[in-house]
């Protein structure tokens, strides 16, 4: 494929409710939709998952654009690309800024796969006809908590994640396991505690957690691995894994025994793949988070996470979830607790122009002149 124009939308979507965790709270969701155009006019979409606030990591939407406008979209145009892995090459001069490289390269594997006439997830490597799917409950007071389970329970979920921070964690916890014992459970922390906390993170075994994420700073791989022999709970890394390297050392050291895959976080889907792959052969089982992102991202995650390792439901919640409306068409929805894996060729969903419209704050268009 050769790529011939670029166009950066940029959105802004409102949250149904906000969504708290330990770093802050996000109630409006600002993204970068990326639409590619190749010379034969076949056209895909690709999403830039990095917030306003560099709160998660340090890209956010503004930096996400600089390095699109200057450096990533100039390298791509007018090239002759033959599969979309070619893509952490080409960006190679680029250092990190992953978010923006991944938008890029979901728009290249939705052509790819339209090109090859399949669905992306059986370009990607999916084995599965659907996934099994999971919901996030940010922080707020434990009675709002548990109506929100309850309610997600009813839709179906199959995993419950709920955001902790230090001092509102094991009365949470106890909390929420006094009204659901057996609810498949597990909490995430944002890295909003230290080694130090150690005394308090083991009382969390108490509660029969699937795993915790997260709980130390991203770059405390050394830590995880002092704190993952003191605890019962697995260590799931998020914040922590940027690439395969950082998979391979925090393994190699057992810094966790499960691993969250987010293509945005990793530099792209290729890379999320590489990752999966290793995991795999050490026996650590992944699933699929998520980024409070739009359908087209949304509908990227449902593809990745139908491949073998991703054995633990993730975070793909229906679109209503967060949105009143969402951008695709059709809506992803649950069906008992599951989404149908798309067998349609590309992403599988069609991007509503009349929803695209309404939520755009600006529009870029790149295009090769020469
Ligand atoms: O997409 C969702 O529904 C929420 C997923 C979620 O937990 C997260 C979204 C955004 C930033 C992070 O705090 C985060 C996570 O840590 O997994
Ligand atoms: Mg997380």
Known sequence: MNIKRVTLHITEMKLVFPFATSY??????????????????????????AFSQPWYTEETVQTSLHMLREFLVPSLLGRTIE?????P?????????????AGLEGAVWDIYAQHKNQPLAA??????????????????????????????AVEGYQRFKVKIKPGYDSELLQGIRQAFPNLPLMADANSAYTLQD????????????????????????LDHALLQKELQTPICLDESIHSLEDARVAITLGSCRVVNIKAGRVGGLTEAIRIHDYCQAH??????????????????????????????????SASSRHWEEDVIIPDITLSDGRVPVSSVPGLG???????????????????NHS
């Not at 802050?24 to 998952?49: A, F, K, N, P």
């Open 24 to 49: 802050g709270t996000y109630r409006e969701r600002e993204s970068i939709l990326i639409e590619i155009e190749d010379m034969d006019g076949c056209i895909g979409w690709g999403e830039v998952v």
């Open 198 to 221: 150690k005394d308090q993170l083991k009382k969390l075994d108490d509660f029969g957690l699937m795993m915790i994420e997260q709980p130390l700073a991203d770059d405390d791989i």
């Open 283 to 316: 026996h650590i089982p992944v699933w699929c988070g998520g980024m409070i992102e739009t359908g087209i991202s949304r509908a990227q995650n449902v593809a990745l996470a139908a491949l073998p390792n991703f054995t633990i439901p993730g975070d793909i």
């Open 123 to 152: 370009v990607l490597g999916g084995v599965r006809s659907d996934i099994e799917v999971g919901v996030v409950i940010g922080i707020d007071t434990l009675p709002r908590m548990l109506q929100q389970i309850e309610r997600y």
């Open 349 to 367: 969903y069609k991007v509503n122009r009349k929803r695209l419209r309404n939520i755009t704050m600006q529009t870029i268009v790149l295009e």
């Open 83 to 87: 599969h979309p892995s070619e893509l």
């Open 89 to 101: 090459q080409l960006f190679s001069n680029v250092k990190r800024n992953r978010m923006a490289k």
